[in-house]
């Protein structure tokens, strides 16, 4: 199974290609409308799965609810406007308007993929990793990355206790490869990288 990673911008973030399925798009419509077509992809994208509604995540979601795609993401990102509507003001969040509002804990099956959703909590409030327990693969947006680097937990909504907490939760997963909201994929052994992302995160947050 080929997973697509696409780099987008503003800020880098990693959008990744599964069959028909977009895990994040980035934050610009124009460019990520642009790749799916120079890929003939237009038709084939039926699920957008945001991993957080950060705009260098989310922002180009309407482009793909424009190709016919379903939008989801957690319903807490989808939510925080009503309690914190200073972090639009600082274009932080993308105000999405879902075609599916997640909790955490669902199973969706597509073809040959399966991901699961595990609410991840901390570098914003509704922000989820996507685990296909059977390839062993996560999708972690900005909750961890390569190196045993986490996210940031001083944006609106972020919280430490939770992230460690998060990251505790994600080192009971059996992961292999990683596929991170930013940087570079850890292609086999990412179990190690996410328990390392715990130690240093519980001594420094
Ligand atoms: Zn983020």
Redesign the pocket.
């Known amino acids: 199974m080929r997973v697509q990673r696409v780099v987008t911008p503003p800020l880098a973030a990693n959008s990744y290609i599964i069959k028909d399925v977009m895990i994040d798009c980035g934050g610009d419509a124009e460019f990520i409308l642009k790749y799916i077509s120079k890929k003939d992809l237009t038709k084939k994208i039926k699920y957008l799965f945001l991993t957080?509604a950060?705009f260098?995540?989310a922002e180009a979601y309407f482009a793909l609810q424009g190709i016919g795609a379903k939008v989801a993401v957690h319903s807490a990102d989808a939510e925080i406007a009503k309690s914190n509507p200073a972090a639009y003001g600082m274009l932080l969040f993308t105000r999405v308007n879902p075609d599916i509002y997640l909790t955490g804990g669902e199973i969706f099956k597509f073809n040959s993929v399966k991901l699961e959703v595990i609410h991840t909590p901390g570098?914003?409030p509704g922000s989820v990793c996507y685990y296909d327990r059977d390839r062993k693969w996560l999708f972690s947006g900005?909750t961890v990355f390569a190196f045993g680097s986490f996210?940031r937990v001083d944006l609106p909504g972020g919280n430490a206790v939770e992230l460690i907490n998060s990251l505790k939760k994600l080192t009971e997963l059996d992961v292999d490869r990683l596929y991170p909201g930013h940087d570079d994929v850890v292609e086999d052994g990412a179990k190690r990288e996410i328990i390392k992302a715990y130690e240093i995160a519980r001594r420094l947050l």
């Open positions: 957080h950060h260098d995540h570098h914003s900005d996210g």
